[in-house]
């Protein structure tokens, strides 16, 4: 069992940054392949961005791609999403996941465990 807790969402302009972060605990946290996904109201919840068990691959949705960066600290059993250059559109409800059978599946049913959620909400 992993347990996972996002931190780090609130209200910010347009063009502004946030950094989230995703601790876990439970088992060790480099066992699993990490990602985040995101969740606005009356949609799918959509793959954001994912990082392997050693950080050394990371992948992201073509949308955030140069303006977020999914890094890990597995010393600190947390991952982050630095996310700059945000977009109104970048509005929801941020999640962490986190699995260990797959290398970096963009689709939410590869996950086994997840936060509650984070929301942030950008402003135009």
């Known amino acids: 069992q992993v347990q996972l807790v996002e931190s780090g969402g609130g209200l910010v302009q347009a063009g502004g940054s946030l950094r989230l972060s995703c601790a876990a605990s439970g088992r060790t946290a480099s066992n699993y392949g990490m990602a985040w996904f995101r969740q606005a109201p009356g949609k799918e919840r959509d793959f954001v961005a994912a990082i392997t068990r050693s950080g050394i691959n990371t992948y992201y949705v073509d949308s955030v791609k140069g303006r977020f960066t999914i890094s890990r600290d597995n010393a600190k059993n947390t991952v982050y999403l630095q996310m700059n250059s945000l977009k109104p559109e970048d509005t929801a409800v941020y999640y962490c996941?986190?699995?260990?059978?797959?290398?970096?599946?963009?689709?939410?049913?590869?996950?086994?465990?997840w936060g509650q959620g984070t929301q942030v909400t950008v402003s135009s």
């Open positions: 996941a986190a699995q260990s059978k797959y290398i970096a599946p963009p689709n939410p049913s590869r996950y086994d465990y």
